[in-house]
T-cell receptor, first 115, second 113 residues
Framework: DAGVIQSPRHEVTEMGQEVTLRCKPI?????LFWYRQTMMRGLELLIY????????DSGMPEDRFSAKMPNASFSTLKIQPSEPRDSAVYFC?????????????FGPGTRLTVT | DQQVKQNSPSLSVQEGRISILNCDYT??????FLWYKKYPAEGPTFLIS?????DKNEDGRFTVFLNKSAKHLSLHIVPSQPGDSAVYFC????????????FGTGTRLQVTL
């Protein structure tokens, strides 16, 4: 398996622009997670899905952030409008889900820079 | 509030010696714990885990110890190798909340020659 795939790997955008990050989880995994990594807060969970359904979005910082999972093999994280403080590395991870394994497999991340 | 804490942002150890990375948690509902390793420009990769029914789990050079009463876990790497230089994240989960994990802020380990 190719592992978790994220695109783009790097994104540079101007403040106010819309940003869309994409993730393809490992085939057969039932849970998908979006994280943000910052120096101050480490790996911060933004939202997670079980069987394509959002379960907990309490980590989404503001209404500017939204996430979707239209099917088992694709998810997006959108920031609209983007702000400089959104600059961070965003990771997507997937796992087999509750009752199977709690180990999460991470993608390589998207480094977002908002100027 | 930071439910999982790694109070040492960095650690430097000589090659061949033992590396000890520490992690504290506050949520008594956590019942399984994992360590992840992260190299620059890569995603974190799973290293080793332990459930609350155990106090020790070993995998080659890596051993995780869990002290439930102190709400503390540690990762021991023996012997340390230069390739172990990375950021190590501690993570904790509660089987009652699906597969959600709470991560610490990470400890950067540098293994020197």
């Amino acid at each position: 398996d190719a592992g978790v795939i994220q695109s783009p790997r790097h994104e540079v955008t101007e403040m106010g622009q819309e940003v869309t990050l994409r993730c393809k989880p490992i085939s057969g995994h039932n849970s998908l997670f979006w994280y943000r990594q910052t120096m101050m807060r480490g790996l911060e969970l933004l939202i997670y899905f079980n069987n394509n359904v959002p379960i907990d979005d309490s980590g989404m910082p503001e209404d500017r952030f939204s996430a979707k999972m239209p099917n088992a093999s694709f998810s997006t994280l959108k920031i609209q409008p983007s702000e400089p403080r959104d600059s961070a590395v965003y990771f997507c991870a997937s796992s087999l889900g509750q009752g199977y394994s709690y180990e999460q497999y991470f993608g390589p991340g998207t480094r977002l820079t908002v100027t | 509030d930071q439910q999982v804490k790694q109070n040492s942002p960095s650690l430097s150890v000589q090659e061949g010696r033992i590396s000890i990375l520490n992690c504290d948690y506050t949520n008594s509902m956590f019942d399984y714990f994992l360590w992840y390793k992260k190299y620059p420009a890569e995603g974190p990769t799973f290293l080793i885990s332990i459930s609350s029914i155990k106090d020790k789990n070993e995998d080659g050079r890596f051993t995780v110890f869990l002290n439930k009463s102190a709400k503390h876990l540690s990762l021991h790497i023996v012997p340390s190798q230069p390739g172990d230089s990375a950021v190590y994240f501690c993570a904790a989960g509660d089987t009652g909340t699906a597969s959600k994990l709470t991560f610490g802020t990470g400890t950067r380990l540098q293994v020197t020659l």
